[in-house]
């Protein structure tokens, strides 16, 4: 394994052990769960929206490694961002694992969300990387429910 590759390794299982903004948000606007009937991942999405902006995003629920420290990665990065740039990293995030060419995306635009990168060599757990972000979108659309299949 590369050095990188290591460093990716640390950051998920890092955001597993140790999941940023993990809990119950009272006071959200808007909230989505999403269901991955494969690995039998469930998390919930909780934001709270200020005007156009994040104010604040937290998850919960269980999930393998992938699922959690998906959803650790995507609160931390979103935190404080407006809707447009939720947007775009959601759309940058959805090329890097599911797009057609793995170099098509700058890397280090993503910052610690780049570590999900392996994770496209892998299609069943790409479900479990994403769930999370179905669930940010199906939040943000009305929706209050959303699966991965």
């Not at 999930?63 to 931390?76: F, N, R």
């Amino acid at each position: 394994m590369s050095e990188l590759e290591d460093l990716y390794q640390e950051i998920i299982l890092d955001h597993n052990r140790r999941p940023r903004n993990f809990g119950k948000l009272e006071d959200s606007t808007h909230q989505a769960e999403g269901h991955n009937p494969l690995c039998g991942d469930e998390i919930t999405v909780y934001l709270k929206l200020d005007g156009d902006r994040i104010s604040e995003i937290t998850f919960d629920g269980q999930g393998c490694a992938i699922s959690k420290a998906s959803a650790s990665l995507m609160t931390a990065r979103l935190k404080g961002r407006t809707l447009k740039e939720v947007r775009s990293v959601v759309s940058d995030v959805s090329e890097l694992l599911t797009g057609p060419d793995e170099g098509i995306i700058d890397l280090e635009r993503l910052g610690d969300l780049a570590a999900l990168q392996g994770v496209r060599k892998y299609a069943v757990r790409v479900k479990c990387a994403t769930l999370a972000w179905h669930a940010l979108e199906a939040a943000l659309t009305g929706e209050h429910e959303t699966t991965t299949e």
